[in-house]
């Protein structure tokens, strides 16, 4: 008998030897497989992805094209070249091993998905056909060594927000229509070698790679200007097609170091500057000439000091301490330039914008003020209030090329009137329609009227997919006004809350709803956390929500509270009452928090489809806050609260995670409320999980406001 067990044991452990492979081969990570899947559908299918199923669960042992792994894990995405088209999805932020993703080479559009593996090293979104920005959650990955963007259709500014990329070494933004400065944060690029910026649109200096340790760098065909910084003329620069300025470049301000490459480990010699000998290459420079250097310094500081203070002694006391009180301006000025225009300050940031100017540490995010070259403002006679920096990168449009294209702002041209002002639908000759917010007199005042290009100018500095773009403006006669992008489908307040004509009464389906919170997220987590110093947008309402032709949110009015701080604050017809913070209406301070707590009562509203505040109901049920809170966490009270023209066709897990995101937003005390970066990324979450709903609630029989993405399962 013990033969035949030793047998037995023997085929048992020869078929587990058998068998292991198999089972090590179908082991992909689930939430790898489910964004694989995901992408799969975005990209409509496409045939020449051999091997990839939508219903698919293992990638990794079935050996979908263009994937690799690493065990379970997939750590590469290479579909370079196979003509794909559609979108990449809204999962891919879940596959956290994935280092390299190449989708150059193919026929993508629009915007580039938000949601991109976050551990990348290598992405290569090229030659594709992108039109909308760059996501900055791009700027969120700190590991990122190459980046690739060329040859696509990007216009907008670069957002300052760069800082992060401290391992990119390979950066091409080539071809493509971007313009705009050179954000500040480019200067922490500290692993950079090449960089690649031709055939853009790009305007200003470029200063701000003096220091960087590049040994390629080509800027051709820009609308660049001012001095090529002597430390880039060491390099591999390729130059041609901008406007530079000849001549010696003027001195630095006394007491500038002088501005010296950062070289990198590998490469310790670099370029020898101007004047000095092989000896001090070799040895570098001597205590001697420190010495001097520091002795230099000190004298002209002095000299500088004491005509300084001699000039301060002269003013009234009144003027010293005007001056003191003011918060430190982002546009740096020398002592000798401080004392040349008492008013030059105030050029930039008036006194009535103090408190969006706060005292930052860090370069400002976006170049809002600047629109010429810090080198030349030492050569110009004191600035007047009234020749304020024109706006950068928005048209200019005469009161007669708005009259003609609103009617004369005829009333049948109307579209909304909020606190600032009127806004009408403007339709031009090229066929473009816009949108003409007309300001109030009593919302920009006679003292702020002479400012209001600059107002523009921080307003157009604003680029974000979820935000209202401002294009043009105009200033004549007394009359302001502000330009904006169109959005067809008006307001969230008007899809959820008025009677509209039968061909656009259809419900908002609940994913689509989902999609608009999202998108309105990250607007605000934009202007709270991207933004520097950070935007309060101080009145989040869903008449502030527009939605565009795909049913993608915009908030409208970013930016114009903080910039205007005495606009009226009446309400609209909309009505702003129920989306205020209890804070707010007890001290009448609007912070980050607020701003939170009204986002919540938005959600609110895409839950219920209740106003904020309704009269016509009975006492208890007036106050959406106050009624819906106390139910936010009772499963059965919470589906008798949803909108009725949802028909009941909403995944329940689905509007309980959103009813606790809710439920943190409106929280009494404005400190225990999350950041927006965190309710983001409970959204996000929410959205992952919607589809492992698919198919289950019946949403292929619902319809949106204008009868279209119905069908979607997932927003």
Excluded at 459 to 483: A, F, R, W
Excluded at 629 to 635: F, K, S
Excluded at 665 to 675: A, G, K, L, N
Aim: some cysteine.
């Amino acid at each position: 008998m013990d033969w035949r067990w030793r047998e037995l044991i023997s085929l048992i452990i020869l078929c587990i030897l058998w068998s292991k492979p198999i089972c090590i081969q179908g082991n992909t990570d689930p939430t790898d497989a489910s964004a694989l899947r995901v992408l799969y559908t975005s990209l409509n299918s496409p045939s020449q992805l051999t091997q990839w199923n939508a219903n698919g669960d293992d990638p990794c042992g079935q050996s979908w094209k263009g994937i690799t792994c690493s065990g379970s894990r997939v750590t590469e995405i290479n579909l370079s070249g196979l003509g794909l088209s559609g979108s990449l999805g809204y999962q891919l932020g879940s596959m956290t091993s994935v280092t390299n993703l190449d989708v150059s080479n193919n026929n993508f559009g629009g915007e580039i998905v938000y949601n991109l593996p976050p551990n990348l090293k290598r992405l290569n979104l090229g030659r594709n056909n992108f039109n909308k920005g760059i996501p900055y959650s791009i700027s969120m990955m700190t590991s990122l060594q190459y980046l690739n963007i060329s040859h696509n259709q990007l216009q907008d500014p670069l957002m300052d927000v760069y800082g992060q990329l401290t391992s990119l070494s390979i950066l091409d933004l080539s071809f493509n229509a971007m313009s705009g400065n050179l954000p500040q944060s480019f200067s922490s690029l500290s692993g950079i070698s090449s960089m690649y910026l031709q055939n853009n649109r790009f305007t200003g200096t470029i200063d701000v790679l003096a220091t960087l340790p590049l040994d390629n760098l080509n800027v051709e065909n820009n609308r660049f200007t001012g001095w090529i910084p002597e430390p880039l003329k060491n390099i591999n620069l390729q130059k041609n097609g901008n406007s530079w300025n000849t001549g010696p470049a003027p001195p630095p301000p006394p007491g500038t170091p002088p501005a010296t490459r950062r070289n990198r480990s590998h490469n310790p010699g670099g370029s020898p500057s101007n004047g000095s000998s092989s000896e001090g290459q070799k040895s570098g420079i001597s205590g001697g000439a420190i010495a001097g250097i520091i002795i230099s310094v000190l004298v002209v500081g002095a000299v500088v000091a004491f005509f300084l203070v001699r000039r301060r002694s002269k003013r009234p006391l009144t003027d010293i301490e005007k001056l003191d009180n003011q918060p430190l301006q982002p546009l740096k000025m020398t002592a000798a330039q401080e004392t040349k225009s008492e008013d030059s300050s105030s050029t930039f940031y008036p006194t009535s914008f103090e408190s969006s100017a706060a005292i930052n540490l860090k370069p400002p995010p976006i170049d809002r003020h600047k629109s010429f070259d810090e080198d030349d403002f030492a050569k110009r006679a004191p600035v007047k209030k009234a020749s304020a920096a024109a706006p950068i990168n928005v048209k200019s449009y005469s009161i007669a090329d708005l009259q003609m294209a609103t009617g004369s702002f005829n009333v049948d041209n109307l579209l909304g009137e909020g606190s600032f002002g009127r806004v009408y639908r403007a339709e031009f000759d090229d066929g473009k329609v816009l949108a003409v917010k007309k300001i109030n007199s009593s919302a920009l005042p006679r003292e702020l009227s002479e400012d209001f290009t600059d107002i523009v100018s921080k307003v157009s500095q604003l680029h974000h997919p979820n935000v209202t773009e401002l294009v043009g403006y105009c200033s004549e006669h007394g009359q302001h006004l502000l330009v904006y992008e169109f959005h067809r489908n008006g307001s969230l307040y008007d899809v959820l809350h008025l009677s509209l004509s039968d061909e656009y009464n259809k419900p908002l389906i609940w994913n689509l709803r989902v999609k608009i919170a999202l998108g309105t997220a990250r607007a605000l987590e934009y202007l709270h956390e991207v933004c520097s110093p950070s935007i309060v947008h101080r009145n989040i309402k869903s008449a502030n929500i527009l939605l565009d032709a795909e049913l993608s949110p915009h908030l409208s009015d970013s930016g114009l509270e903080s910039f205007i701080p005495n606009a009226d604050q009446a309400m609209d017809g909309s009505g702003s009452s129920g989306y205020t913070a209890p804070e707010v209406t007890m001290s009448g301070q609007y912070t980050l928090k607020s701003d939170v707590y009204s986002f919540g009562v938005v959600m609110l509203e895409l839950l219920t489809g209740r106003k904020p505040f309704d009269s016509s109901r009975p006492r208890s049920e007036q106050s959406l806050v106050r009624w819906a809170t106390p139910q936010l966490h009772d499963i059965d009270a919470l589906t008798k609260m949803v909108d009725p023209e949802l028909k009941g066709l909403y995944p329940v897990k689905s509007i309980s995670r959103f009813a606790d995101v809710i439920a943190l937003c409106v929280q009494t005390e404005p400190e225990f409320r999350p950041p927006m970066s965190e309710v983001v990324e409970a959204l996000v979450r929410l959205v992952q999980r919607a589809n492992m709903s698919k198919r289950t609630y019946g949403n292929d029989n619902a319809t949106s406001p204008r009868g279209e993405m119905g069908g979607e399962d997932t927003p």
